[in-house]
């Protein structure tokens, strides 16, 4: 069975951190662009930041620029997010999802795999 698994949720303060992994699992995703999406209570998901299949190319959403950023390894198959100085606005389901095709880096409908997603609390 084809999976991507995130971990790395939870509770924190505001103006703390986390750090979100998603690993792959059941085929390799080692080149294929990865991506972060958020979904809060009565909202629509949103783009959070992406990462390319060979990694030096990132994106972000500009509410979460400068405060958080992706990474990955193709060795182990795995991206992450870091985020920092966090805000009770980050609140939100955070999703992993992977795409083979280039480009659309934002477009939710462009990705062919998702995670079940890791739910991220910031309290005030």
């Known amino acids: 069975q084809v999976q991507l698994v995130e971990s790395g949720g939870g509770l924190v303060q505001a103006g703390g951190s986390l750090r979100l992994s998603c690993a792959a699992s059941?085929?390799?995703?080692?080149?294929?662009?990865k991506a972060w999406f958020r979904q809060a209570p009565g909202k629509e998901r949103e783009f959070v930041a992406a990462i390319n299949w060979s990694g030096p190319s990132t994106y972000y959403a500009d509410s979460v620029k400068g405060r958080f950023t992706i990474s990955r390894n193709n060795a182990k198959d795995t991206v992450s997010l870091q985020m920092n100085s966090l805000k009770p606005e980050d609140t939100a389901v955070y999703y992993c999802a992977a795409k083979s095709s280039g480009g659309y880096y934002s477009s939710d409908y462009k990705y062919d795999y998702w995670g079940q997603g890791t739910q991220v609390t910031v309290s005030s």
């Open positions: 059941g085929r390799t995703f080692s080149t294929y662009d």
